[in-house]
């Protein structure tokens, strides 16, 4: 019951902010600007790719949740994979959100910047779901 609770609180959490930051579009800087709210709406993947083709993005995402969904179903009715069912839980929140973005809007809303990290990653807006889908994977990956 809790990884599906967690799925589910992920999910709701990213979409109660992404909402908030498209209904107030103003740029906020915490930490020195380490840290940036914005509202960026990204109509690819992971780092705007796919921008082209948003349908193509759209539907290649929603076809990899529900194909996470299923491995999710089956993994909870197994006994122990505590680890494992963590991971998929906070990849199935995270993709869940991304992609209910994608089909009704068509983009993802995006809105966390760390302006004063190294390298290309300054220039990447995050969302809430990104992160639990980089968790949730580096979790899975490693159990």
Known sequence: MFNLLLSVAIAAADSLIKRHREENDTTYEYLNDHVKIVTY?????FLGKGSRSPVLV??????LTVILGI????????HGLR?????????????????????RKGYVVDYIMFTKAPGFIKNIVFNLSDFAIITGALISALH
């Open 41 to 45: 709406r990204n109509k690819g993947a």
């Open 58 to 63: 759209m539907w290649a995402s929603v076809a």
């Open 71 to 78: 491995v999710f179903i089956i993994t909870l009715t197994h």
């Open 83 to 103: 680890t494992l069912k963590l991971g998929l839980s906070l990849l199935l929140g995270g993709a869940f959100s991304n992609s209910y973005d994608r089909l």
